[in-house]
T-cell receptor, first 114, second 110 residues
Framework: EPEVTQTPSHQVTQMGQEVILRCVPI?????FYWYRQILGQKVEFLVSFYNNEISEKSEIFDDQFSVERPDGSNFTLKIRSTKLEDSAMYFC????????????FGSGTQLSVL | EDQVTQSPEALRLQEGESSSLNCSYTVSGLRGLFWYRQDPGKGPEFLFT???AGEEKEKERLKATLTKKESFLHITAPKPEDSATYLC???????????FGAGTTVTVRA
């Protein structure tokens, strides 16, 4: 079965450094998402992306965050200057089209900011 | 703002002991209510989507139901492999995002 692939599985960085989290969504999917889950807390929406632009974003997704689909397969989340509170599991997700709301999630990237 | 509240936070069951998980929600126009399963260190795995009150969906030992204010996930005769955190999420009409509850962690003892 096709799956959403995320790399790396773990990322350790120093506060203030830039990180890029990478995702390969399922190939025929059109809607792409980033969510995060701080340890012991809810899964939180960050951003959705469709037709090469952001379609919706949360209050968490401030100027320090950006997303990009640099080619036909990758979808990236960049955090420009990481903070301690950015430490979380980051999940990429995708879904096929407007009529199909079923989201497929990747296994996540565990980001630790020291 | 969409709100999703799940109860109980944790549930310990003996193998074969059926039970139900609750998801209460408030949303400005429901597009869909979703149930996901999450294993430790993994991403959520889709189980069901429910769109309107009265709708029911089943998959193996799991059955999801929906009313105008809440959804239930019934686990019938659970097995140890059903141990996981079960997440409920809602999508409002016109939104792209899902709003998740905190989840119910189910542990099934053999």
């Amino acid at each position: 079965e096709p799956e959403v692939t995320q790399t790396p599985s773990h990322q350790v960085t120093q506060m203030g450094q830039e990180v890029i989290l990478r995702c390969v969504p399922i190939s025929n999917h059109l809607y792409f998402y980033w969510y995060r889950q701080i340890l012991g807390q809810k899964v939180e929406f960050l951003v959705s992306f469709y037709n090469n632009e952001i379609s919706e974003k949360s209050e968490i997704f401030d100027d320090q965050f950006s997303v990009e689909r640099p080619d036909g397969s990758n979808f990236t989340l960049k955090i420009r200057s990481t903070k301690l509170e950015d430490s979380a599991m980051y999940f990429c997700a995708s879904r096929p089209d407007r009529g199909n709301e079923k989201l497929f999630f990747g296994s996540g990237t565990q980001l630790s900011v020291l | 703002e969409d709100q999703v509240t799940q109860s109980p936070e944790a549930l310990r069951l003996q193998e074969g002991e059926s039970s139900s998980l609750n998801c209460s929600y408030t949303v400005s126009g429901l597009r869909g209510l979703f149930w996901y399963r999450q294993d430790p260190g993994k991403g959520p795995e889709f189980l069901f989507t429910l769109y309107s009150a009265g709708e029911e969906k089943e998959k193996e030992r799991l059955k999801a139901t929906l009313t105008k204010k809440e959804s239930f996930l019934h686990i019938t005769a659970p097995k140890p492999e059903d141990s996981a955190t079960y997440l409920c999420a809602v999508q409002a009409r016109g939104d792209y995002k899902l709003s998740f509850g905190a989840g119910t962690t189910v542990t099934v003892r053999a």
